[in-house]
């Protein structure tokens, strides 16, 4: 299953042709890739699926700034190939429904069948509709950077993935959705209480 824009499926297939022709090795993990398995990925969806009988998740190193996340079988394994840059949440995310693509690839025709039925199983687990249904409602207008970052960090998941769910769910309105993926989740530090003591000195 081979994930984002056009370009970014193209430089996916670019990268996996040249795994096929041997152009590069992911096995002993380095310089190319850091190696890792999905075992806790498969655990905690928790879902009897026939996976293959090993999953690996694969994080590339110094490839086109276009590469998004792909999974892909290759020698008796299931693969899952990360941009090893990407942010955290998008790692926890691409983790989850690449691993649930391997598991549900046999029965399934189409990837785009695929790939609706595997996002369908991770919002399931990583967002769950009555914790997603706390953050949003009809009315909201406007969601500001730090609460948007605020929502992302409660997931572990990026803060668009959470529209999708809220949208799926009928929690926002499609207008709502188009003006909430506008904003640019941003941390930021609660600024601190100033108390002025009794003889004039601030602390």
Known sequence: MNLGSPPQQAAAEELFEGLLKGQWQLEPAGE????????EVIDSLALRLPYPEEVRIAQLKSTDSNFEAFSALFHQKGWIFLRAGADTYEINYYRHLLTASLGLQGLYTTEASLQLRAEQLVFDLLLPATEVESFFRA????IPAFLAADIASHFHVPFPVVLRRALQLALISDVQYQNFMAVRPES???PRDLFVAQDGDNS
């Open 32 to 39: 190319f890739a850091d190696i890792s398995f999905a075992q």
């Open 139 to 142: 009315d909201i207008v406007k």
């Open 188 to 190: 930021h530090t609660k």
